[in-house]
Nanobody, 124 residues
Framework: EVQLVESGGGLVQTGGSLRLSCAAS????????IGWFRQAPGKERERIAC????????YYADSVKGRFTIFSDNAKNTVHLQMNNLKPEDTAVYYC?????????????????WGQGTQVTVSS
């Protein structure tokens, strides 16, 4: 059974940093698309970053480009999202998702396995 567990969320001030982790179990990491998504209150869930573990190709939404970095530790079956220069508009529940044989351009409807989410709150 595929399981994804997010961690690393919390409360941070504007300009601060957090590193989210997505720990996967039940599958090997070597040919998956792993994506990070977020959903703020009253808004739709949006895709913010994605990595293909086969070749480490990545995708970033314009809203986070240059501030967030997604990277994979395949040996530990974990994908991290390093978030720097955080802004209040980054406040949301952050989810990771996985899809076998996926690509970094995959949109959220193509992901079949999802974690439960971790809350990130950025205070102004």
């Amino acid at each position: 059974e595929v399981q994804l567990v997010e961690s690393g969320g919390g409360l941070v001030q504007t300009g601060g940093s957090l590193r989210l982790s997505c720990a996967a179990s039940g599958f090997t990491f070597d040919d998956y698309a792993i994506g990070w998504f977020r959903q703020a209150p009253g808004k739709e869930r949006e895709r913010i970053a994605c990595i293909a573990t086969s070749d480490s190709s990545t995708y970033y939404a314009d809203s986070v480009k240059g501030r967030f970095t997604i990277f994979s530790d395949n040996a530990k079956n974990t994908v991290h999202l390093q978030m720097n220069n955080l802004k209040p508009e980054d406040t949301a529940v952050y989810y990771c998702a996985a899809e076998k044989y996926g690509f970094s351009w995959y949109t959220q409807e193509l992901f079949g396995s999802w974690g439960q989410g971790t809350q990130v709150t950025v205070s102004s």
